[in-house]
């Protein structure tokens, strides 16, 4: 994913304090995502020699390579970034929770910050088109599922059902991890749960407490963050 704002972001998070827990992140990312893609393979490559529905000759061992490597940088490069996103929107989270709604212009630096933090995740996701190209990857793989699934039922008697069972499994964890990183960005932002605990969320939590002074820049930072979500945008689907 070529853009400059993620390797600076990356190189940011790497020399701050938080740089250990990142590259442990990375580090378990990589290795379980490699496992995933490997079991994944091979069940691939063993449902295609079991099979007897198909018969594609060199053509399905090699797409189930190349779609592996693919779908192993893919995913590890999603993780990181969800990574990079939730970081940056937990300091600010933070620095909302502990800060006095007293302290001067306050209010005013937090909604500048909350609008470099969701100017730089809607250019890492939605400007590299990262986020539309696992939206066609999630699309390619529901329609892969539906077609395994409705061959499976001609086919039952052989290892080739089962094998396509754990493949559809396979790609159903990778859908549910993509929903889940998309989705819990913009939980972060803007939820109104009180277990979420999102950065509108705590900063309603001074409401009543700023001096009459601030209000004005309180509220036009909780305006800001209403209308001004932090989230994965996919062309089309918002």
């Known amino acids: 994913m070529a853009s400059d704002l993620f390797h600076r972001v990356v190189l940011e998070e790497l020399a701050s304090s938080d740089g250990a827990r990142l590259r442990c992140f990375t580090a378990k990312t990589i290795c379980l995502t490699a496992l995933w893609t490997a079991f994944s393979l091979a069940f691939g490559l063993a449902w295609h020699i079991t099979s007897s529905v198909l018969r594609l000759g060199f053509a399905a061992p090699f797409y189930l390579v190349v779609f592996t490597i693919v779908k192993f940088s893919a995913m590890t490069v999603l993780l990181l970034l969800w990574k990079l996103s ?24 937090v909604t500048r910050e909350y609008k470099d933090v969701a100017a730089a995740i809607d250019e890492m996701w939605r400007k590299t088109g990262f986020s539309n190209a696992w939206a066609l990857m999630s699309v390619s793989d529901l329609v892969e599922m539906g ?41 972060k932002s803007v939820s109104a749960q009180h277990s979420t605990r999102s950065v509108l969320h705590i900063g309603r939590q001074h409401l009543g407490k700023v001096p009459p002074r601030h209000v004005m820049d309180h509220l036009c930072f909780l305006h800001c963050v209403e209308g001004l979500p932090c989230g994965v945008e996919i062309f089309g689907a918002g």
Request: proline share 0%; glycine share 4%.
């Open 147 to 187: 077609g395994i699934l409705g061959t499976t039922k001609h086919y039952t008697e052989d290892a080739w059902s089962y094998l396509s069972y754990f493949w559809v499994l396979s790609m159903s964890v990778a859908l549910a991890i993509v929903v889940y990183c998309f989705t819990s960005i913009n939980d």
């Open 86 to 109: 939730v970081v940056r929107i937990d300091h600010l989270r933070d620095r909302v929770a502990s800060h006095d709604a007293n302290v001067r212009l306050i209010w005013r630096d």
